[in-house]
């Protein structure tokens, strides 16, 4: 059974800076795309940033400030979150598909995701 393992999540005052990290048993882990999504309570999970072997995507409202990373021989993805704003508050998701395409549509439906970690900003 593939799973998703998030943790680094936690309180931080705004400005500062917190690690994600999702350790997954997908396999072949360098061939998946993994993305980082985030979701409030009542409201739809948005796409945060995507990395496959070749290319990263970021949402606007994390350009700069956010950077997405993986270690295939770790088989783990990181998202570095500098700047931390109030409004950057939310559970965050790690999602694995094959294709980063996947991740990067409107309403993505990977193949797996993670079980999530709070992100707590305070102003």
């Known amino acids: 059974q593939v799973q998703l393992v998030e943790s680094g999540g936690g309180l931080v005052q705004a400005g500062g800076s917190l690690r994600l990290s999702c350790a997954a048993s997908?396999?072949?882990?360098?061939?998946?795309?993994m993305g980082w999504f985030r979701q409030a309570p009542g409201k739809e999970r948005e796409f945060v940033a995507a990395?496959?072997?070749?290319?990263?995507y970021y949402a606007d409202s994390v350009k700069g400030r956010f950077t997405v990373s993986r270690d295939n021989a770790k088989n783990t993805v990181y998202l570095q979150m500098n700047s931390l704003k109030p409004e950057d508050t939310d559970v965050y998701y790690c999602?694995?598909?094959?294709?980063?395409?996947?991740?990067?549509?409107?309403?993505?439906?990977?193949?797996?995701w993670g079980q999530g970690t709070q992100v707590t900003v305070s102003s």
């Open positions: 997908v396999r072949p882990f360098s061939n998946h795309a």
């Open positions: 990395i496959s072997s070749i290319i990263t």
């Open positions: 999602a694995a598909d094959p294709s980063i395409a996947v991740l990067r549509t409107t309403h993505p439906r990977p193949k797996y």
